[in-house]
């Protein structure tokens, strides 16, 4: 079982940065891939990017040069820097760790872009 910790998350105006984190425990072994998704009112959950666990990456469209996202493979922790956010970037964001067909979840972090 594998247990995930998000923070970062807040009010910002467009324009402006976050970073968030995911801190993971629990049974995690082997190749496993690190990523966020988001869910805004009404629309499904979506991927935003993730990461395996020698550094390739993967980013929806809509965020390619905007977001990064980073790990440590040490702390199994994964981040998302936020720039140049939009008010369509407004949602929760999920945390997620896929080791083979087994997914795991946080508990979501509210983004909100407004002025």
């Known amino acids: 079982q594998v247990q995930l910790v998000e923070s970062g998350g807040g009010l910002v105006q467009p324009g402006g940065s976050l970073r968030l984190s995911c801190a993971a425990s629990g049974r995690i072994f082997g190749f496993y891939v690190m990523g966020w998704y988001r869910q805004a009112p009404g629309k499904e959950r979506e991927l935003v990017a993730n990461i395996g666990k020698f550094g390739l990456t993967n980013y929806a469209d809509f965020v390619k040069g905007r977001f990064t996202i980073s790990r440590e493979n040490a702390k199994t922790t994964v981040y998302l820097q936020m720039n140049s956010l939009k008010p369509e970037d407004t949602a929760v964001y999920y945390c997620?760790?896929?080791?083979?067909?087994?997914?795991?979840w946080g508990q979501g972090t509210q983004v909100t872009v407004s002025s």
């Open positions: 997620n760790v896929r080791i083979g067909t087994s997914n795991s």
